[in-house]
């Protein structure tokens, strides 16, 4: 933590709900707040993290916040967005009964589908679109026909998109009937309606696209427009994720 990003010793005690501001300052002035075993001086600043803290020779330490994880199917016809001008339908309307107030970890547009993460926890929220971190997320892609070896190669291909080559996408045929081609696609970064952009270069037609996993977290049977808490696994897993530093791409909207 550089610097600029800890924080006051007066801001502390108050996250920590000890005291307020002015009666932390108090306190410090009057000799009674100690940091890593020496008197602590108006204007320090402190790492909640590394750096201890003493109030009147016992230990301060912050209250534990209790963040709210959320996985949501997501249909069709719903902006991801908390509130939309026009009167359009929000992803938000589906999480009515979500004890928490949660936003959205990355986009799926208008007429995409499928797993979308939300979260209170701004931290890890961050962390996970931060163009630095990378989470492979996987689709089935339903285009109109049959897909060629030369559309194939293309979709496989470092095509470039605002003037910048794409990271390699595996892409394989999930399915081919009647009505079309199912792709499955498995992305490590993401473009700005990266998959669709990628079709049109190819000279394809996406009728559906649904995404159905990211990393590790499925969505295991959770029906359309339904969404679930997820399990201490699952925070487990995307904050471990959210730890490493690979310089790519992050989750936006596809």
């Known amino acids: 933590m550089t610097d600029n990003e800890k924080i006051r010793i007066q801001k502390y005690f108050s996250d920590c709900g000890l005291m307020s501001r002015r009666a932390a300052e108090t306190a410090i ?14 204007g320090d600043k402190i790492d909640p993290e590394r750096d201890v803290v003493t109030y009147q020779g016992k230990p301060v330490r912050a209250r534990r916040k209790e963040y709210t994880y959320v996985m949501l199917n997501k249909p069709r016809g719903y902006l991801t967005s908390m509130t939309d001008k026009r009167g359009r339908k929000c992803v938000t309307e589906l999480l009515s009964a979500v ?66 080559p794409i990271l390699p996408v595996d892409v394989t045929v999930h399915r081919i009937d009647e009505t079309g081609t199912v792709l499955k696609m498995d992305l490590y970064e993401g473009r700005n309606r990266q998959i669709r952009r990628m079709c049109e270069a190819a000279g394809l037609t996406v009728k559906r696209l649904n995404r159905v996993s990211i990393g590790d977290l499925k969505l295991n049977g959770l029906a359309v427009g339904r969404w679930r808490y997820l399990t201490e696994e699952e925070i487990e897993y995307l904050k471990k994720i959210a730890s490493k530093t690979p310089k790519t791409k992050s989750l936006r909207q596809i």
């Not at 009674?32 to 108006?42: C, F, M, S």
């Not at 897909?147 to 979709?155: G, N, W």
């Open 99 to 164: 004890h928490a107030r949660v936003y959205p970890v990355g986009r799926l547009d208008l007429v995409s589908e499928g797993m979308l993460l939300f979260t209170d926890d701004g931290d890890l929220a961050n962390k996970l679109t931060h163009p630095r971190h990378s989470v492979p997320k996987s689709y089935r892609v339903k285009v109109a026909g049959e897909v060629t070896e030369e559309q194939m190669r293309i979709l496989r291909s470092t095509i470039e998109l605002d003037g910048k």
């Open 29 to 42: 002035v009057a000799g009674e707040v100690t940091v890593n075993g020496r008197p602590a001086t108006l």
